[in-house]
């Protein structure tokens, strides 16, 4: 049985086979737009940043 999915990106749905090389995506044109959003941070992943922390740390002590 053959897995079939919708295209993250156009929602065309294809199947999870090597026919796919790109997949879950139908084709590269759809993965790149898709890394092309969580560039832009169109996507993110809710919760909180370590990052900001340790930034706002770093600006608070001139010596790190």
């Known amino acids: 049985m053959v897995t079939k999915l919708n295209c993250p990106t156009c929602k065309k749905e294809i199947e999870y086979t090597e026919e ?3 997949r879950p ?3 590269e044109r759809c993965k790149l ?3 092309g959003e969580w560039a832009d ?3 993110k992943i809710k919760g909180s940043s370590i990052y ?3 930034l ?3 600006l608070e002590d001139p010596d790190l």
């Open 20 to 22: 796919y090389p790109f």
């Open 41 to 43: 941070e169109q996507h």
């Open 56 to 58: 706002s740390k770093d």
């Open 25 to 27: 995506f139908c084709s």
């Open 33 to 35: 737009i898709d890394l």
């Open 52 to 54: 900001d922390d340790i």
